[in-house]
């Protein structure tokens, strides 16, 4: 199984900063097969990036990803005040199933 | 615009028995593959299963392997998850997620609002 880390476990930033949260892969993952979802209380997980950059349907193009092989970045350019949030990395290999990182919280300096 | 809408959960005691449901709308629901993920109260993201759009195929983590059987009936849009032997590691909220692009990345477009499954004496 690949196991994700996710850093900072916690962010502390103002309105207008900007976001950089990491996942690392425990094992090289094609870029095609890691994903980022955003979480707020209450609700279900909503994608926001697959192939490890490319924005889901209707995702402002404030949120970008990057990274390939075990590093991977999801960079909020500028928080607005509905990006606080739990995010989460997600990585799906056929012999290895699907693992999600165990989130990073962005939550209001 | 598509909906999936869970249903089922409850309290139940250690070795009980639990029946999920997930009605989808909204799209053509046979040709999608689904998957059910669980979390845990404060706790993150675990993927249980997922089946093929005609559900012939299934596929299930290793903690629910054997107790838990997904199932799916294209003629009513409607996904089950029947879950046995329950322990308490299994309380979560379940959500059903709807996979695009025929399976071949198994990445989540649309989720449901999930459904809170309790194992407790």
């Known amino acids: 199984e690949i196991v994700l880390t996710q850093s900072p476990g916690t962010l502390s930033l103002s309105p207008g900063e900007r976001a950089i949260l990491s996942c690392r892969a425990s094992q090289s993952v094609s870029s095609r097969f890691l994903a980022w979802y955003q979480q707020k209380p209450g609700q279900a997980p909503r994608l926001l990036i697959y192939g490890a950059s490319t924005r889901a349907t209707g995702i402002p193009d404030r949120f970008s990803g990057s990274g390939s092989g075990t590093d991977f970045t999801l960079t909020i350019s500028r928080l607005e005040p509905e990006d606080f949030a739990i995010y989460y990395c997600q990585q799906y290999g056929s012999s290895t199933g699907v693992t999600f990182g165990p989130g990073t919280k962005v939550d209001i300096k | ?121």
């Open chain 2, 1 to 121: 615009q598509v909906q999936l809408v869970e249903s089922g959960g409850g309290l139940v005691k250690p070795g009980g028995s639990l029946r999920l449901s997930c009605a989808a709308s909204g799209f053509t629901f046979s040709d999608y593959y689904m998957s059910w993920i669980r979390q845990a109260p404060g706790k993150g993201l675990e993927w249980v299963s997922y089946i093929s759009s005609s559900g012939s195929t299934t596929f299930y983590a290793d903690s629910v392997k054997a107790r838990f059987t997904f199932s799916r009936d294209n003629a009513k849009n409607s996904l089950y998850l029947q879950m046995n032997s329950l322990t308490a590691e299994d309380t979560a909220v379940y959500y059903c997620a709807r996979v695009p692009g025929g399976g071949l990345v198994e990445i989540y477009d649309h989720w449901g609002q999930g459904t809170l499954g309790t194992v407790s004496s």
